[in-house]
């Protein structure tokens, strides 16, 4: 080939692609499966911001929970330190009555 028609072939090639490099025309197949996979990125979107509240909602339920059962330990743990100091009382006074009944035993044993 002679110079002049490779510098023709390279300038209608050049011409070629600045010209399809502005091209804003899609085939309508194309352009389908565009909006079908636009509408699919959508619907993920809005099911990943539910699943993303529904996680917080998890968690916060969770430390909730979490307070609530430390707050319920700290009552039981209370509660068995005041059966056991009422335990220890009613041993005390019944030790007491035991001592003053025989006393009063001793005595009526002693009157007769």
Do not use: N, Y
Request: contains cysteine; charged residues 25%.
């Amino acid at each position: 080939m002679s110079d002049k028609a490779r510098v023709v072939g390279a300038i209608a090639l050049a011409g070629c692609l600045i010209g399809l490099h502005g091209c804003d025309w899609w085939p309508p197949a194309l352009q389908q499966q565009i909006g079908e996979l636009q509408t699919k990125v959508t619907t993920a979107e809005a099911e990943k911001s539910a699943l993303l509240k529904k996680i917080a909602d998890v968690s916060q339920a969770t430390e909730e929970c979490k307070a609530q059962s430390d707050q319920m330990a700290k009552a039981q743990s209370d509660l068995k330190a005041r059966v056991d100091q009422l335990q220890a009382a009613l041993a005390d006074a019944q030790a007491k009555v035991k001592s003053q009944g025989k006393a009063v035993k001793s005595k009526s044993k002693s009157k007769k």
